[in-house]
């Protein structure tokens, strides 16, 4: 991959000719820029096609990707740069460099609910991956809901949604500020147009929001995690790492 070009058609590729033509690894010759006001730039679910025997590697080779957002009604949308890591795959040696402060960033679910920077969720090895932010990081979003029965859970991660893998020699950081989350979840009923606010968990982390594998020799440097409670959502929790 050597421009933004290159990885919009790697998004949009079906990933088992990608699986294929890259013999299983992918690797970054040079530092790029992604707008979401371009495209959705996410990559999703890497190393999925993996079969018995078969890995897949994303190679950052030490360059930097810098997420730029979009602005909808002067708010700021940030999309996050893989969906899933799947067990087989590995992301490394990669810097995630965030140029802005975030704004919404909407789902419609009934689900738990997982975001992060680098990946929702990780089921495979991060290693040797940074992600850095500029001032003070702000998530401000509101979730539709599909069901005024749902309490999804959100789990909110700088770095990762939800960690079932590995994350080893890591960081995150933002030198000037901190990272500030305002989380709510509503049902939109069709028939007479009200919105419900919904009861929700909050869990946020400097590396990762949940965490249920490996985090190794990995840390966070910046001033601090607060979060902005909305309706029917007082059951915050709050850890430097995960």
């Not at 893989?82 to 995630?96: E, G, H, M, Q």
């Not at 400097?206 to 059951?235: F, P, R």
Request: proline share 2%; net charge negative; charged share 20%.
């Amino acid at each position: 991959i050597r421009s933004a070009e290159d990885w919009k058609t790697l998004c949009t590729a079906d990933r088992a000719d990608v699986l294929t033509a890259s013999s299983g690894k992918v690797i970054l010759m040079n530092d790029i820029e992604l707008d979401a006001g371009e495209f959705n730039y996410t990559m999703s679910n890497i190393g999925q096609m993996c079969n018995d025997g078969e890995t897949f590697v994303f190679e950052g080779n030490g360059h930097t990707i810098t997420l730029s957002p979009k602005f909808e009604n002067e708010i700021a949308v940030l999309y996050p740069l893989f969906d899933k890591i799947f067990p087989k795959a590995t992301v490394r040696n990669l810097i995630v460099l965030v140029n802005n402060t975030m704004g919404d960033y909407n789902e419609l679910s009934t689900d738990n609910i997982y975001y992060g920077l680098l990946a929702n969720t990780n089921n495979g090895t991060i290693e040797s991956c940074a992600v850095l932010t500029q001032e003070i990081f702000k998530f401000s979003t509101q979730y539709s809901c599909t069901s005024n029965d749902a309490t999804p859970n959100v789990y909110i991660g700088v770095m990762v949604g939800e960690n079932k893998g590995t994350i080893k020699e890591s960081f995150v950081a933002n030198p000037y500020g901190y990272f500030d989350v305002s989380v709510s979840c509503v049902y939109n009923d069709s028939y007479s147009g009200e919105q419900t606010d919904l009861d929700r968990k909050l869990y946020v982390g400097g590396i990762v929001g949940k965490n249920s594998g490996s985090i190794l020799d990995s840390y966070v440097k910046m001033a601090g995690i607060s979060i902005t409670s909305q309706e029917n959502g007082t059951d915050n929790n709050i850890s430097a790492v995960s």
